[in-house]
Structure formats: structure tokens, C-alpha cells
């Protein structure tokens, strides 16, 4: 079985090829149903970004739904969206990091955020949630956290983004570039994920130069040698940048 991606927390679920994390959750946790996705942007992206570069060695993703999502409650997405508060959808590196951030704009810009992260989640099923919940996301945008679990198959992944941004309706996405290279894991598949991370992000700048209010936040390009735990998930130096990171990026910070 291939290695696990592990985040930086006290207590770790071994799951194949999946994102875990099981730790006391700030806000409400409700079971979201997942649908079947929506129609996908008829134009296709340049071929250089939809043939198969598939290296590998990632190995595959493991079963990421018995992990434990933290949501909001339908209360208090509603109160956010209607004070134009911060909305955060990802995996467990949003899981990670949405506690700093909630306080740190609570604090600065007296926002409210509200969050719907699921540990090892691909960003299909989460495109899935954003498209059935579009009437939840603020005037300001939407926070996407998403595409680490992505790299065990890549090849399309643009098209989730697309997607989201349909959802979005002209309001601004700020996406995080991803970053994964296993600590844990041999040559080979370490060497597999920085390359499908990278193509990754090739396909996410791709997708911002046809749609202006895709806002690419560049998370793997900044990162320092400390501020991740594990090659994938940000140590506490790591929480802390990365929240800067998206708050310059939005504009919350000078």
C-alpha cells in the first residue's frame, strides 16, 4: 500500500494516500450528502495541459469519507455569506489552518469565517458541495483549499476548477497552489508528487488567464523550509505564513 499523506496534528489516521486529521473542531459538524457533478466548461484548455503526464509512483487515493469533515452549521454559513464574511472550502490543510485564520481576521477586520474542510478530499466532491451551495458564498469570494489529493490522478483537473468558478458567478475564487512531496515516501514517489503538484498549478494559472476572478495565491511558491511538518501540511511557522499569505492576497493586510 502506498504511504500516507499525515498532517501535523496530535492524533493521525493512517490512511492510504489520503489527508487525515481527527482533532477538536471549532465549529458544527453536519453530514453534507455528496451529488453527482455538475456539466463541465465545454471549452477545453491547450493540449499541452490535458495530455497525460502521469508519472509514476503517487500510488492512489485512499478512502477519505470515513474521515471527520468540520462544517459550519447552515446558520452560521448564512450569517457569514450575509456579512460578507470569509468562506473557506477545502481538505485538511484548510483544516489546519482555519483556526488561525478565523482569529486573525476576527481580529483585524472584525470578519466572520465559516468553513466546510474534509481531511483527503479530492476537489471533485468539493467542487460538488460549492456547486450545490453557491448561494451560501460572500460578495467578497470564496477560499479554496483543494488539490493535494489531486495528485494521485491530475490528468483534468482544471475542469473541477472551472467548475467552481461557474458556481461563483463572476465573484473572486482565491485558490492555493499545492505543494506535496512526502517525506515518508521513497525517491520515486516523492518525485511523482512534485510533479504532478507542479502540474497542478500549471493547470490552475491556465484556468486564471482565461477567468479574471480566479486570484492564484501562491502557497507552494513562497513556502520556507520550516513551515512545513511533513513535506505536505503546515507546521505551526507555516499556519501562521500561510494565513498572511491569503490575507495580503484579499487584501485584509497591507
Do not use: K
Amino acid at each position: 500500500m502506498p504511504r500516507s499523506i499525515l498532517p501535523a496534528c496530535a492524533l493521525t489516521l493512517l490512511v492510504s494516500g489520503v489527508v487525515g486529521c481527527a482533532a477538536p473542531e471549532p465549529v458544527a459538524v453536519q453530514a453534507a450528502p455528496l451529488a453527482g457533478p455538475a456539466p463541465l466548461a465545454a471549452a477545453p484548455l491547450p493540449h499541452a495541459l490535458t495530455e497525460d503526464r502521469t508519472v509514476p509512483g503517487t500510488g492512489a487515493l485512499g478512502e477519505w469519507r470515513e474521515l471527520t469533515p468540520v462544517i459550519s452549521t447552515p446558520r452560521h454559513l448564512r450569517r457569514v455569506r450575509d456579512g460578507d464574511g470569509l468562506l473557506v472550502v477545502g481538505d485538511s490543510i484548510a483544516r489546519a489552518t482555519v483556526d488561525e485564520l478565523a482569529a486573525r481576521v476576527g481580529a483585524a477586520s472584525g470578519l466572520s469565517v465559516a468553513v466546510n474542510a474534509h481531511p483527503g478530499r479530492p476537489t471533485a466532491p468539493a467542487a460538488d458541495w460549492i456547486v450545490q451551495n453557491a448561494g451560501l458564498i460572500p460578495d467578497r469570494g470564496l477560499v479554496v483549499v483543494s488539490g493535494a489529493n489531486d495528485v494521485f490522478a491530475p490528468l483534468g483537473w482544471w475542469r473541477q476548477v472551472e467548475r467552481v468558478l461557474d458556481a461563483a458567478g463572476g465573484r473572486r475564487v482565491y485558490w492555493l497552489t499545492v505543494h506535496v512531496d512526502r517525506r515518508r515516501g521513497d525517491a520515486t514517489q516523492r518525485s511523482a508528487d512534485r510533479s504532478h503538484s507542479a502540474w497542478l498549478n500549471d493547470q490552475l494559472r491556465a484556468v486564471a488567464e482565461r477567468h479574471p476572478n480566479l486570484v492564484v495565491v501562491d502557497w507552494a511558491g513562497a513556502l520556507s523550509g520550516d513551515w512545513l511538518s511533513d513535506g505536505v501540511h503546515p507546521s505551526a511557522a507555516g499556519v501562521a505564513a500561510w494565513c498572511e499569505l491569503l490575507e495580503r492576497a484579499m487584501g485584509l493586510v497591507a
